[in-house]
């Protein structure tokens, strides 16, 4: 079974330019999930999806980041413009549906804000 | 507000030696509790824990969650270098599936 993908894998953007991320989560999988994870911290959820219906944004910093999963399949994280702060790793997850069910990480992007 | 806390925050040990992570919560709609570890890269599953209290374990970890304590420990015996890694406690909640992480406990085994 292949497991969630996410590209780029590293990526290096000056202050208020764009970036864009994306996932690919396992086949099947209704819910997707998007999580910061700043150095030395925990992952930090952005954005839950059930397939393609937002189930939890409430700590998306909607000004700057945005989020989509068309079809309820793969989803597109965008942050314009990015703020130094920003810089961390991006991490998609998903899980097939249903309260028995753990989550399944993808490599993660890492990004840094110069 | 929901809060997974974790301690210690770091952790130096040497091979062979026994170590106990903690992983405290308070979070409405419990459902479960998961452990990972996490290496260089993505977090990877370990144990998932319900309120039924039944050990997990898997080789030379091992993990219980005390409900009336709100808490869960992660041991982990005869440790090995390869044992190195942050491993993060998140907890999953009723109904929305969501997950709230702890800020990771990073454990460093020498040789």
């Known amino acids: 079974e292949a497991g969630v993908a996410q590209s780029p894998r590293y990526k290096i953007i000056e202050k208020r330019q764009s970036v864009a991320f994306w996932c690919n989560p396992i086949s099947g999988h209704a819910t997707l999930y998007w999580y910061q994870q700043i150095l030395g911290q925990g992952p930090k959820l952005l954005i839950q999806?059930?397939?393609?219906?937002?189930?939890?944004d409430s700590q998306l910093p909607k000004d700057r980041f945005s989020a989509e999963r068309l079809k309820g399949v793969d989803s597109t994280l965008k942050i314009q413009p990015a703020k130094l702060e920003d810089s961390a790793v991006y991490l998609c997850?998903?899980?097939?549906?249903?309260?028995?069910?753990?989550?399944?990480f993808g490599p993660g992007t890492r990004l840094t804000v110069t | 507000e929901d809060k997974v806390v974790q301690s210690p925050l770091s952790l130096v040990v040497h091979e062979g030696d026994t170590v106990t992570l903690n992983c405290s919560y308070e979070v409405t709609n419990f459902r479960s509790l998961l452990w990972y570890k996490q290496e260089k890269k993505a977090p990877t599953f370990l144990f998932m824990l319900?309120?039924?209290?039944i050990e997990k374990k898997s080789g030379r970890l091992s993990s219980i969650l005390d409900k009336k304590e709100l808490s869960s420990i992660l041991n982990i015996t005869a440790t090995q270098t390869g044992d190195s890694a942050i491993y993060l406690c998140a907890v999953k909640k009723s109904g929305a599936y969501k997950y709230i992480f702890g800020t990771g406990t990073r454990l460093k085994v020498l040789a």
């Open positions: 997850a998903s899980s097939l549906q249903g309260e028995v069910d753990e989550q399944y």
């Open positions: 999806f059930q397939n393609n219906g937002v189930v939890d």
């Open positions: 319900t309120s039924s209290g």
